[in-house]
């Protein structure tokens, strides 16, 4: 028979006797408890003994936390703890040195305990401490053994740290300022100075005026204390932009308050963690990463003010920023003498900047975030990357088919998309690690990661041959594509560029796919039948999608035409899938050809096959060996009795997969592309989903058999993405 629940059988050791072995009721007061074990041990004065466990921190046991107490736990008996913080008391202040230092070493294991620190705090023992530390007559050991408890015992939070001297302040200040003192003594200053700077808006500013970052800079080569160093300067950094808002700007510290988040974004303090922590010699440990990581965004959150800016549309200065990045676009040293000329111009060249509002562009940075940290960054971008820049403006403004990026546009909506990914203006999150090397490894890094990620925004565009209309699929792309890559942990901004070139457009839809194919829901038999089972009906859904695009029409260029003015023709299929009728257009269409306008045809049954890339007749040409590998992708071919041939080279991928796909199904052959594919994945899996939600809804009777569920009808109209 089990013993009862409040049973619990343990050993209670004491020195030089044998350990006894009872069962404790746990509904017995503890005081009866150690009085019946000290009366196993002929002790008297039971009320002056506690029990402790025997093991780790050997904290002492009371009614609150006897319930924690297991079968076979050992435990110990030892004086109370009310009685060893006075015995302590009078040994530490005792004339001889070795009995000191023996009651300092005991009482800095001691003080971890809150019931000992209880007993401690109320005899005064905090101040005994700190006037011990205030002599200044402690050194070595003896130094170190007294910070240690005295750090332990106010980290229980019974006394506040607003009663600390002036004078004690001091004198822990001047251990970390002097040049020669023993690692044990720094780390316990540096700590009781975080802990004031963190727990005491008063011991904040003592603190400040003892303690610069530029001194603490000099710890930072010592990995003995760099965690110690750099969890300081986050405490006097985390707690500065506060004061900064509660203190009138007449305030004498302001200066020093602005002095000190200026050094944390110098070269000098940037350039030791680097060299010194993240690429030392040592593996960086949790609490180091935690660190770095709340210096990461502490750091990051000096844009915060910027962030949340608006942008005055009166104001002159602000303005002038605008002008500066036409002129630097445009070279606007030409600018006609007229008001009007000079106005019209300005607005077609603000239109070519892709800002929303061509008139008066400074309503565009009116919105909070990114408020004017968006403009701050696109001025980074004309000066420091003047050709990145210009290329990037000249290249999309100079292009008429709709595809162009609108940059203005684009460098708003990218700067607000890094302020969330960033977590600009949170506050740091306790237990997390999540640090970037890389933003150690540039003095202007969030500029640079801006310039990078602006340069990947306009690759992807042009992957995607995005419009306007597709605005925000580009920004989850793009967006998708950075995390993925921060989750890499490059250590550089050049290996942030390389694994960002391997995250282009394809390798992103290759990864979905990966990923919704890898779920292991839909990796059962069951599961896989059921897929079998739907996958024919999908596929006739996505071939009728298909075709009724192919009905609709696509405008495609003419190959190998130079001019500025290009040419373009039209191709679609009859609504009943027997003929292909094209012709040649003046100019891009806005809709629908109609079929009379489409002079000539192709019969469905005299097309043989479709060829694609470097089958085609049209890259076997001469001319073709100065095509580009895009082009070459987006080349097909129709061939069709007598020997002739239909020659197309798609406006973008999307257009691509549609039209081979389509001619293929057209011609009882199979749809092979990733589009297909992606569809094909993406419908079953959406079937199945609402298949599975049925069956969990509803009751199979047991005859007659289920009728057979329907196959499942879309209105498909897909958007490539």
């Given at each position: 028979?089990?013993?009862?629940?409040?049973?619990?059988?343990?050993?209670?050791?004491?020195?030089?006797?044998?350990?006894?072995?009872i069962?404790?009721?746990?509904?017995?007061?503890?005081?009866?408890?150690?009085?019946?074990?000290?009366?196993?041990?002929?002790?008297?004065?039971s009320?002056?003994?506690?029990?402790?466990?025997?093991?780790?921190?050997?904290?002492?046991?009371?009614?609150?936390?006897?319930?924690?107490?297991?079968?076979?736990?050992?435990?110990?008996?030892?004086?109370?703890?009310?009685?060893?913080?006075?015995?302590?008391?009078?040994?530490?202040q005792?004339h001889?040195?070795?009995?000191?230092?023996?009651?300092?070493?005991?009482?800095?294991?001691?003080?971890?305990?809150?019931?000992?620190?209880?007993?401690?705090?109320?005899?005064?023992?905090?101040?005994?401490?700190?006037?011990?530390?205030?002599?200044?007559?402690?050194?070595?050991?003896?130094?170190a053994?007294?910070?240690?408890?005295?750090?332990e015992?106010?980290?229980h939070?019974?006394?506040?740290?607003?009663?600390?001297?002036l004078?004690?302040?001091?004198?822990?200040?001047?251990y970390?300022?002097?040049?020669?003192?023993?690692?044990?003594?720094?780390?316990?200053?540096?700590?009781?100075?975080?802990?004031?700077?963190?727990?005491?808006?008063?011991?904040?500013?003592?603190?400040?005026?003892?303690?610069?970052?530029?001194?603490?800079?000099?710890?930072?080569?010592?990995?003995?204390?760099?965690?110690?160093?750099i969890?300081?300067?986050?405490?006097?950094?985390?707690?500065?932009?506060?004061?900064?808002?509660?203190?009138?700007?007449?305030?004498?510290?302001?200066?020093?308050?602005?002095?000190?988040?200026?050094?944390?974004?110098?070269?000098?303090?940037?350039s030791?963690?680097?060299?010194?922590?993240?690429?030392?010699?040592?593996?960086?440990?949790?609490?180091?990463?935690?660190?770095?990581?709340?210096?990461?965004?502490?750091?990051?959150?000096?844009?915060?003010?910027?962030?949340?800016?608006?942008?005055?549309?009166?104001?002159?200065?602000?303005?002038?920023?605008?002008?500066e990045?036409?002129?630097?676009?445009?070279?606007?040293?030409?600018?006609?003498?007229g008001?009007?000329?000079?106005?019209?111009?300005?607005?077609?060249?603000?239109?070519?900047?892709?800002?929303?509002?061509?008139?008066?562009?400074?309503?565009?940075?009116?919105?909070?975030?990114?408020?004017?940290?968006?403009?701050?960054?696109?001025?980074?971008?004309?000066?420091?990357?003047?050709?990145?820049?210009?290329?990037?403006?000249l290249?999309?403004?100079?292009?008429?088919?709709?595809?162009?990026c609108p940059?203005?546009?684009?460098?708003?909506?990218?700067?607000?998309?890094?302020?969330?990914?960033?977590?600009?203006?949170?506050?740091?999150?306790?237990?997390?690690?999540?640090?970037?090397?890389?933003?150690?490894?540039?003095?202007?890094?969030?500029?640079?990661?801006?310039?990078?990620?602006?340069?990947?925004?306009?690759?992807?565009?042009?992957?995607?041959r995005?419009?306007?209309?597709?605005?925000?699929?580009?920004?989850?792309?793009?967006?998708?594509?950075?995390?993925?890559?921060?989750?890499?942990?490059?250590?550089?901004?050049?290996?942030?560029?390389?694994?960002?070139?391997?995250?282009?457009?394809?390798?992103?839809?290759?990864?979905?796919?990966?990923?919704?194919?890898?779920?292991?829901?839909?990796?059962?038999?069951?599961?896989?039948?059921?897929?079998?089972?739907?996958?024919?009906?999908?596929?006739?859904?996505?071939?009728?999608?298909?075709?009724?695009?192919?009905?609709?029409?696509?405008?495609?260029?003419?190959?190998?035409?130079?001019?500025?003015?290009?040419?373009?023709?039209?191709?679609?299929?009859?609504l009943?899938?027997?003929?292909?009728?094209?012709?040649?257009?003046?100019?891009?269409?806005?809709?629908?050809?109609?079929?009379?306008?489409?002079?000539?045809?192709?019969?469905?049954?005299?097309?043989?096959?479709v060829?694609?890339?470097?089958?085609?007749?049209?890259?076997?040409?001469?001319?073709?060996?100065?095509?580009?590998?895009?082009?070459?992708?987006?080349?097909?071919?129709?061939?069709?009795?007598p020997?002739?041939?239909?020659?197309?080279?798609?406006?973008?991928?999307?257009?691509?997969?549609?039209?081979?796909?389509?001619?293929?199904?057209?011609?009882?052959?199979?749809?092979?592309?990733?589009l297909?594919?992606?569809?094909?994945?993406?419908?079953?899996s959406?079937?199945?989903?609402?298949?599975?939600?049925?069956?969990?809804?509803?009751?199979?009777?047991?005859?007659?058999?289920?009728?057979?569920?329907?196959?499942?009808?879309?209105?498909?109209?897909?958007?490539?993405?």
């Amino acid at each position: 028979m089990p013993p009862p629940a409040d049973i619990v059988k343990v050993a209670i050791e004491w020195p030089g006797a044998n350990a006894q072995l009872i069962e404790m009721d746990q509904k017995r007061p503890l005081s009866s408890i150690i009085r019946e074990v000290c009366d196993g041990w002929s002790l008297s004065g039971s009320e002056q003994f506690a029990l402790r466990y025997a093991d780790g921190p050997q904290l002492y046991i009371t009614e609150q936390t006897r319930g924690e107490i297991k079968n076979g736990t050992i435990l110990r008996l030892a004086i109370s703890p009310g009685r060893a913080a006075r015995q302590l008391l009078e040994r530490i202040q005792s004339h001889g040195i070795d009995a000191r230092l023996e009651a300092l070493k005991e009482l800095a294991k001691l003080s971890a305990d809150p019931t000992f620190a209880t007993e401690f705090i109320n005899m005064e023992g905090i101040g005994t401490l700190a006037r011990l530390v205030e002599s200044g007559t402690h050194f070595g050991e003896m130094l170190a053994f007294t910070l240690t408890a005295f750090l332990e015992l106010m980290d229980h939070g019974i006394v506040s740290w607003d009663l600390i001297s002036l004078s004690f302040i001091k004198q822990i200040a001047g251990y970390v300022n002097q040049p020669m003192v023993d690692v044990s003594i720094l780390q316990r200053s540096l700590a009781i100075l975080e802990s004031m700077v963190l727990n005491s808006h008063s011991l904040y500013h003592r603190v400040a005026q003892e303690i610069t970052v530029g001194q603490l800079i000099g710890h930072l080569s010592n990995q003995e204390i760099q965690t110690y160093a750099i969890a300081l300067i986050n405490a006097l950094f985390l707690k500065a932009p506060e004061d900064r808002r509660q203190e009138e700007y007449t305030n004498p510290l302001e200066q020093h308050l602005t002095e000190m988040a200026s050094t944390l974004a110098q070269k000098h303090l940037r350039s030791i963690i680097l060299n010194h922590v993240i690429r030392g010699n040592r593996p960086i440990k949790a609490e180091m990463a935690h660190q770095l990581y709340v210096l990461q965004v502490l750091t990051f959150n000096l844009l915060e003010e910027r962030m949340m800016t608006k942008m005055d549309p009166n104001d002159q200065a602000q303005r002038d920023i605008i002008f500066e990045l036409r002129r630097i676009a445009f070279d606007g040293e030409n600018d006609p003498t007229g008001t009007e000329k000079r106005k019209a111009m300005y607005t077609k060249d603000y239109k070519m900047l892709g800002f929303t509002n061509h008139v008066n562009p400074a309503m565009d940075f009116t919105q909070t975030p990114p408020g004017m940290l968006a403009l701050d960054n696109m001025l980074y971008l004309a000066k420091v990357h003047q050709d990145t820049y210009i290329r990037i403006v000249l290249e999309n403004s100079s292009r008429e088919d709709k595809h162009e990026c609108p940059f203005g546009r684009c460098a708003i909506e990218l700067t607000r998309m890094l302020c969330e990914i960033l977590q600009v203006g949170e506050l740091p999150n306790e237990g997390c690690n999540d640090y970037h090397p890389m933003f150690f490894t540039h003095d202007r890094a969030w500029e640079e990661f801006f310039c990078v990620c602006i340069q990947l925004l306009n690759k992807t565009w042009k992957e995607m041959r995005a419009t306007a209309e597709d605005f925000n699929k580009v920004m989850q792309v793009v967006r998708e594509q950075i995390t993925r890559a921060l989750a890499m942990k490059p250590s550089s901004l050049d290996q942030l560029k390389n694994k960002l070139r391997g995250l282009n457009y394809s390798e992103i839809l290759r990864l979905r796919q990966s990923e919704r194919m890898s779920q292991d829901d839909f990796q059962s038999p069951p599961i896989i039948e059921l897929r079998e089972r739907i996958q024919p009906e999908i596929l006739e859904l996505i071939k009728q999608q298909r075709l009724n695009r192919l009905c609709e029409g696509s405008c495609f260029r003419k190959l190998g035409n130079r001019r500025r003015q290009e040419k373009f023709w039209f191709c679609r299929l009859s609504l009943n899938h027997k003929v292909l009728h094209y012709g040649d257009l003046d100019e891009s269409p806005q809709g629908e050809v109609p079929f009379e306008l489409l002079s000539d045809k192709i019969p469905v049954s005299d097309i043989k096959s479709v060829v694609t890339g470097k089958d085609c007749p049209h890259m076997k040409e001469k001319s073709a060996l100065k095509q580009n590998k895009e082009v070459l992708e987006l080349a097909f071919s129709v061939l069709y009795d007598p020997d002739e041939t239909l020659n197309f080279v798609a406006p973008n991928k999307y257009e691509y997969c549609i039209w081979t796909d389509g001619l293929c199904a057209l011609l009882g052959r199979e749809m092979g592309s990733d589009l297909t594919r992606s569809d094909l994945d993406t419908l079953i899996s959406m079937e199945m989903k609402l298949r599975l939600l049925d069956l969990e809804n509803i009751t199979i009777p047991e005859a007659p058999p289920p009728v057979p569920k329907e196959p499942s009808s879309y209105n498909f109209t897909y958007n490539y993405s």
